[in-house]
């Protein structure tokens, strides 16, 4: 068992989580108001399921649309799937969490972005320029008196 966190990965996780609430939301009670969802996900990530001409047109990326029309949504714990229209074909699609880069409501102005290595933030001294190594050797403070400095009245 290892002694650190990997806070980045326990962030991907989390988030995954918040879209996973957020996506059976609209399994159970539809999409509210003007919500709508731009999901754009990586197409060559293992688990991917679209139809084949997609994946050609999409070879890395592709972002989808949840608005007005969709089906077959369903939430699953490490997945979800939905069917959408494409030149008014329904294409049905598996989406692996872990292939999601980005999931937008722009009617809200709400985003989340996912590091797809899973370790957004592992390091957090190469973030802050402060490295332990580097740390200089502590002397005792120096105290200075003030009353050198003050107006004698």
Known sequence: MSNDFN???????????????????????????????YITFDTSHPGVEMAEWLKEAYPEEITIVMQEWFDGLAVLSD???????????PEPMVIPLDAIRTFVDPSVDFGLRFDPQDNAVEDLDELSGFDDDDEEEHKDAEVVSLDAFRKST
Do not use: E, R
């Not at 962030?11 to 609209?26: D, N, P, R, T």
């Not at 997945?79 to 074909?89: A, K, M, P, R, S």
């Open 79 to 89: 997945h979800f799937t939905v069917t959408l229209n494409f030149n008014d074909t």
């Open 7 to 37: 806070y980045g990965q326990m962030m991907q996780k989390a988030m995954q989580g918040l879209l996973k609430s957020i996506l059976q939301l609209v399994v159970d009670d539809g999409l509210p108001g003007k919500h709508h969802f």
